[in-house]
């Protein structure tokens, strides 16, 4: 099966560095149509995927290493490149498992981004990240959804109670002019008067 692609040049740069790695020389062009097997399409998704993985890891390599060379340093412990690439790994793979647990949580709730309760929810048997991750949620001022279901209840009832003020305020501006005499109807009291 060949799917249709039209290249960009930044696609071309990439492709051919794919091509070349892949022994295959005839490289198209940029803004040239071509076909291209999905098996070789496929392959050089899944290797830029695994390139983004590797960069990824990498930075959570490096913030785990000034975390522990920090803690290392006001414990008065050395810790080793191991220990950190150990560590780091360990990071990774719990992220992994978080990051599929988040989209699972969303996906049930019907929803295609992941959101502040979903993350609370995937920790819940954890109070103490439960506490640490409400309070960075309310020093930084992110609200879920259910805290932005109370505020949105809480502004139609300060909007509702400034209707009924406005509401007060006009009848009794106009108590002040002369008030309106109505003459109500007598309704009959005996049969007789029908």
Aim: with cysteine.
């Amino acid at each position: 099966r060949k799917t249709r692609y039209t290249y960009t040049h930044t696609q071309q740069q990439n492709t051919t560095q794919h091509a070349i790695k892949h022994d295959i020389f005839a490289m198209p062009s940029s803004g040239e149509v071509i076909e291209v097997n999905d098996d070789f399409v496929e392959e050089y998704e899944q290797e830029k995927r695994e390139e983004e993985a590797k960069k990824i890891k990498r930075k959570v390599y490096h913030t785990v290493a000034k975390m522990v060379e920090e803690e290392g340093k006001s414990s008065g412990k050395i810790l080793t490149k191991e220990y950190v690439y150990c560590l780091t790994e360990l990071v990774f793979a719990k992220v992994n498992r978080f990051a599929k647990d988040f989209e699972a949580f969303s996906r049930h709730a019907g929803r295609k981004v992941v959101r502040p309760e979903d993350v609370l929810l995937a920790v819940r048997k954890n109070s103490s990240a439960v506490d640490a991750l409400q309070l960075y949620m309310e020093s930084n001022r992110i609200v879920g959804s259910a805290a932005r279901k109370r505020a949105k209840k809480a502004q139609q009832q300060r909007k509702k109670r400034q209707r009924i003020i406005d509401d007060l305020s006009s009848i009794s501006s106009s108590d002040q002019q002369e008030p309106e005499r109505r003459v109500l109807p007598t309704i009959p009291n005996t049969q007789e008067d029908y």
